[in-house]
């Protein structure tokens, strides 16, 4: 017997149930986006939730969306093709995985495949303060509240302390988490 088994392309191959279960899965996502109960950035955690509990590589979840384009009827290489006449170039964007900038892709995957466990995407707001007592940047997600400066932060500032109550309005008077990272400082890795 000379053929070799390769338990990779085996693992990463996408059948027809794995297709059905991630179509269901991702109707379900957008309906809760559109009925507002989740947001844009959520559904991104979401499907790596979904790739974690059903254990799922990067490499397999792009195998299933293939297959549910073609099921849909878009043809990649077509869609490529179309997407060059509007001066966009896919391959470019690292999605063919003849591209050059695929590698690319898969190192990135690759990252947070290992880190999987210890590693969220969060999305920030931020707002700055600039005056005769502070020079601060906030970052605001959800609750939690990062007060960063490069000097000394000053809480007795009368913007800071009228932004944090017109916030703490806005999110139903929820407690507001306030981190302080004062004297920080930044470098070139």
């Not at 109707?27 to 254990?55: F, Q």
């Amino acid at each position: 017997m000379s053929d070799i088994i390769d338990f990779n392309e085996l693992k990463n191959k996408a059948n027809e149930k794995d297709v059905d279960k991630f179509e269901q899965y991702i109707y379900g996502l957008y309906y809760s986006m559109s009925s507002g109960d989740i947001t844009m950035a959520e559904v991104s955690n979401k499907i790596r939730e979904y790739m974690e509990h059903n254990n799922i590589s990067e490499e397999k979840l792009f195998n299933i969306q293939k297959k549910l384009m073609d099921r849909y009827g878009v043809d990649m290489d077509s869609l490529n093709n179309q997407m060059k006449n509007f001066g966009i170039d896919m391959d470019k964007l690292g999605i063919d995985p003849k591209s050059p900038n695929y590698e690319a892709f898969r190192k990135s995957a690759s990252f947070y495949e290992k880190y999987k466990e210890r590693i969220a995407a969060k999305s920030f707001t931020t707002y700055t303060i600039k005056n005769s007592v502070n020079e601060l940047e906030i970052l605001i997600a959800e609750s939690d509240i990062i007060l960063k400066s490069y000097k000394n932060i000053d809480l007795k500032d009368v913007e800071l302390n009228e932004f944090l109550v017109s916030y703490k309005k806005v999110i139903n008077n929820k407690e507001l988490t306030i981190t302080i990272c004062e004297n920080t400082s930044t470098y070139q890795y």
